[in-house]
């Protein structure tokens, strides 16, 4: 038995309707049961791969209190990815590499380790102050065990109105500000972090988390990906990148990019991009609601934070244009969350390490954006199609671009040193 395999629960996993039945009834102090039109539908696809996100309706029978009338279940899969990786294989006719028993084994590993780890944060947000990290709220938390191998999950609160928003798409930058202000309340709140609140998180993101996601394996079946849905014009750019990833994937060295550059580590999401964002729109203005997905939270370096965040969000231009002024607001905000404790770093400590992280984050985004052509190809209207198809388009030629402008950068301050 493995998350993997097919099972008879809920979304193909093992997690079943009584096990969040008798969870919801634990939680609200409530005897009153699921009826009989409950009902799933999942909700995950293209927000993420390592998961099922289920949308639940309990059909709550003889109502007797305030209960929510349907909620969120996340539960640690990887049927997501084993699906989205055949199909791109079968449709583009090239090699699926994760399709291994070793590979499946190994991120089985990671996926309950970092499941774990997400739950810890979500413990941590609890205690501040509420509306200080825009999240969704969490009726209940299963970790892991050595006694539960199979049934990792969250059950959370279902956020209405929502706007779909994914990497195809753009986001202005004035936007971010409200997930910046987050970002730097989290790194506030880990200045505060006892010895043993600290050592929770691993401050080896890449060695130890991303290590497998970056084997020459798996970055040779991401680039087929990546070249097999990239337009004729990004084919050059394509080249010049792959000739020069050994260098640019150096994990070991963006590890340690904190004590190269004297910061001191804080609390980093680890995955702040798109699909790990949720969104509102008002008067035609977008606004963040919520966090999510706190699986490779990490003491490390905001740049990694900042990086992955504008480049999935923002157009290649606006990014251009905006990423020194968006660190620049960052930074006022960090000053204010930290108020008398004393600064983790300089502003351009801050800017340094961004300009220095880049070919790695950009290329991480880089990579992500190829299997989502799949879905976008697969869109009936022709017109949004067309329109996604631009927006990436120009999103990973300026990505391409700017991660060989800042690798060649950063090597000439290499060698000049």
Not at 51 to 73: A, G, Q, Y
Not at 87 to 104: G, H, L, P, Q, Y
Not at 136 to 141: N, Q, R, S, V
Request: proline share 4%; aromatic share 8%; hydrophobic share 40%.
């Amino acid at each position: 038995m493995n998350l993997y395999t097919l099972a008879d629960g809920l979304g193909g996993t093992h997690v079943t309707w009584d096990d969040i039945e008798e969870d919801m009834q634990r939680v609200f102090d409530t005897a009153v049961t699921f009826g009989p039109y409950k009902s799933i539908r999942d909700i995950g696809n293209g927000r993420g791969f390592m998961s099922r996100i289920l949308l639940i309706n309990p059909d709550w029978k003889n109502i007797d209190k305030d209960l929510p009338r349907t909620f969120i279940v996340k539960i640690v899969s990887q049927l997501a990815m084993i699906e989205l990786t055949s199909d791109i294989a079968k449709n583009k006719n090239i090699e699926n590499r994760f399709d291994s028993v070793e590979m499946k084994d190994a991120l089985e590993v990671k996926q309950k380790q970092i499941h774990n780890v997400e739950c810890t944060i979500y413990s941590h947000i609890k205690k501040l102050p509420k509306g200080t990290i825009p999240c969704p709220e969490i009726y209940y938390m299963q970790k892991f065990t050595e006694n539960n191998p199979l049934k990792g999950y969250l059950i959370m609160e279902h956020i209405k109105d929502l706007k779909p928003v994914h990497v195809y798409q753009n986001i202005p930058a004035k936007a971010l500000k409200k997930a910046l202000r987050a970002i730097a309340a989290l790194e506030a709140m880990s200045l505060k972090f006892t010895v043993e609140e600290r050592n929770e998180l691993t401050d080896k993101v890449f060695t130890e988390l991303w290590s497998q996601m970056l084997s020459k394996d798996v970055l040779g079946n991401m680039m087929n990906v990546l070249r097999a849905t990239a337009s004729e014009e990004n084919t050059e750019r394509i080249d010049r990148v792959e000739k020069a990833l050994p260098d640019i994937v150096d994990i070991e060295k963006a590890d340690h990019l904190p004590e190269k550059l004297g910061m001191r580590r804080v609390f980093c999401h680890g995955d702040l991009w798109t699909a790990n964002m949720l969104w509102k729109e008002s008067n035609g203005e977008m606004s963040v609601a919520a966090l999510i997905d706190f699986q490779t939270a990490h003491m490390g370096c905001p740049a990694y934070d900042l990086v992955r965040l504008f480049s999935s969000c923002l157009s290649g231009k606006d990014r251009r244009l905006h990423w020194e002024e968006l660190v620049e607001d960052f930074y006022v905000y960090l000053e204010e969350e930290v108020s008398d404790m004393k600064m983790p770093y300089t502003l351009e400590q801050l800017k340094e390490s961004y300009r220095q992280y880049f070919p790695l984050g950009g290329f991480m985004v880089v990579i992500c954006i190829g299997p989502f052509f799949e879905a976008l190809c697969k869109n009936p209207d022709e017109e949004h199609m067309k329109k996604g198809m631009e927006v990436v388009t120009e999103k990973t030629e300026c990505l391409l671009d700017d991660i060989l402008y800042y690798h060649e950068r950063n090597k000439e301050i290499e060698e000049k040193n």
